[in-house]
């Protein structure tokens, strides 16, 4: 196991798995908590799947909730780097002003 990693124990739609990575223990019981709770939204919502349908669906809710926060992320980087460009120029108007 590399240097900064742990395992964790956890049980994910009553089966047991270990978690291996560099995340803090609490990061760890927190993604296990909502992968819990999204197995259980789409068991109730789809009765009849099966454990595996339902992983792959909290998957794909899970890629596509990354995808917008991602897009999100460039859209807030962007409008940054618009403001400090206002602000480099709005500086420089005061200093020829001065």
């Known amino acids: 196991m ?3 990693k742990i395992r964790y124990k956890t049980t994910i739609a009553g089966r ?3 978690i291996i990575g560099a995340r803090p223990e609490e990061h ?3 993604v296990s908590k909502m992968v819990n ?3 259980q ?3 109730s919502l789809s009765k009849g799947l099966d454990s ?7 998957a794909v809710n899970a890629v596509s909730d990354q995808i917008n926060m991602q897009i999100e992320l460039n859209t807030l980087q962007k ?4 403001l ?3 602000l480099e120029k709005a500086q420089e108007l005061k200093i020829s002003e001065e």
């Open 16 to 18: 047991p798995y270990t």
């Open 28 to 30: 760890m019981r927190s």
């Open 2 to 4: 590399s240097k900064g």
């Open 41 to 43: 939204q789409i068991e």
């Open 37 to 39: 709770e999204q197995m």
């Open 84 to 86: 400090e460009k206002k």
């Open 52 to 58: 595996e349908r339902r992983a792959v669906l909290v």
């Open 79 to 82: 409008q940054i780097v618009e």
